[in-house]
Every structure is written in structure tokens, then in C-alpha cells.
């Protein structure tokens, strides 16, 4: 069953707190909020790049087994001076792995290597010839931003591995649901051993 950032605190919290939340609970639900944010994003981050590393020749996203758990899919996205308009920021991974597929009701778009040029002009200098002469449509991503290479289609739709930060608290939250139970243990016991560093030095000023 598909979960949410809010629930996966709440569940930390009521554990935290054996049981009960309360507004004198040991930390709060957006703490934690934040922690669990932080944690799926470097438990992705891992697994995908020790894959990424230990096929060290693969660039092939289906050979890296990108699983369907940790994708968020957007669709009808608007497309505005070739720029992409994506809810969520997409996480930084080797090749662009962030971004899973890109595609239309009438193309499916290939990744192109950013080799330069502005996103005003939409040029490549390196790919520009290779690229135009195949008659494919292809994607690029520049800083953060996800641009359809000289394509003036309105929409479209990209299936990419969302910045856990940038979803909604309320939105399907991407993960597996044996990375949930992992996300939850790990908290709870750093939570718990902050906690007691917090106490220990409280008592040892009082000594």
C-alpha cells in the first residue's frame, strides 16, 4: 500500500513516543519530516550508484534496474521555450539517471549529453549534427532544468526519481515497501542515540 511522507512520521513519532503523539512529544512530526527526506534520498543515491559502480561499463537505466517504487510520473507537463515544467526537482544521479523516461503521445525522447550552447538558442556544438540527423527526438538536462532538444511540442509526460524534498507531504511517496521499514528502523535509532547525547551532556553540565 502506497505511503506518504506524514504517515511515515507519524509512525516514527508514535514510536518515538511509544505509541501516542503529543504536542510534548520528544521531537516533531515536521523534524522528522526532514530526516525521512534526507534518508530515502541516500538510500537511493546508494543503491543505485553501487549498481552504476559495479557495472562500471553500463549506462543502460533497465540493465541498472531502476525499480518502479522510486519513480514519480508527471504527465500532460507543460512545455514552455523548450523547458520542461516538472513538479519536483529530479535527484542527481551518473547520466542523468534521475530522469527515467521522457516521452509524448506521438515521441518517445532520448537523453543527449549537455556539450555546451545556451538553453535560448537550444544549439548543442557537439551533438547538434549527430543528433538532427537522426530524426529522433531527444532531452537534456542543463543545471537542474529538463529541456526537449529543439522540439516545440506543448506536452509531455517525464517519469523521473523525484527530490524527496520537493514532493508533496501529502503526495504517494516513492519508495519500496521494504525501504519504508529500513527508512523507519534507522530513524528510530538515531533519534534515540541524539536523544541520549542530549541527555548525557545535560547531566554532565549539571555535575
Given at each position: ?9 507519524e ?27 534526507q ?7 546508494q ?19 531502476i ?10 507537463l ?11 526537482q ?6 542523468d539517471?534521475?530522469?527515467?523516461r ?6 518517445e525522447?532520448i ?30 538536462i ?23 524534498s ?18 523507519v528502523?534507522?530513524?528510530v ?5 541524539l536523544?541520549?547525547?542530549?541527555e ?8
Amino acid at each position: 500500500m502506497a505511503t506518504t511522507r506524514t504517515k511515515l512520521a507519524e509512525q516514527i513519532v508514535r514510536i518515538l513516543d511509544g505509541g501516542n503523539i503529543s504536542d510534548d512529544s520528544r521531537i516533531s512530526k515536521r523534524e522528522v519530516m526532514a530526516l525521512i527526506d534526507q534518508e530515502r534520498d541516500t538510500l537511493i543515491r546508494q543503491l543505485i550508484e553501487d549498481r552504476f559502480y559495479t557495472k562500471s561499463t553500463t549506462t543502460n537505466k533497465a540493465e541498472l534496474e531502476i525499480t518502479g517504487d522510486f519513480i514519480t510520473l508527471d504527465t500532460g507537463l507543460s512545455v514552455s521555450s523548450n523547458r520542461v515544467e516538472l513538479p519536483s526537482q529530479p535527484i542527481t544521479l551518473p547520466n542523468d539517471m534521475g530522469i527515467v523516461r521522457v516521452f509524448s503521445s506521438s515521441y518517445e525522447y532520448i537523453r543527449m549529453p549537455y556539450g555546451g550552447g545556451t538553453s535560448s538558442a537550444n544549439t548543442n556544438p557537439l551533438y547538434h549534427n549527430t543528433v538532427t540527423s537522426t530524426g529522433k527526438k531527444f532531452w537534456y538536462i542543463q543545471g537542474n532544468e529538463l529541456y526537449l532538444y529543439q522540439d516545440a511540442t506543448a506536452t509531455v509526460s517525464v517519469a523521473y526519481i523525484a527530490v524527496s524534498s520537493t514532493l508533496a507531504d501529502t503526495a504517494t511517496y516513492p519508495i519500496p515497501a521494504d525501504m519504508e521499514s529500513i527508512i523507519v528502523k534507522n530513524l528510530v535509532e538515531t533519534i534515540n542515540l541524539l536523544k541520549a547525547a542530549e541527555e548525557d551532556f545535560k547531566n554532565n553540565n549539571l555535575g
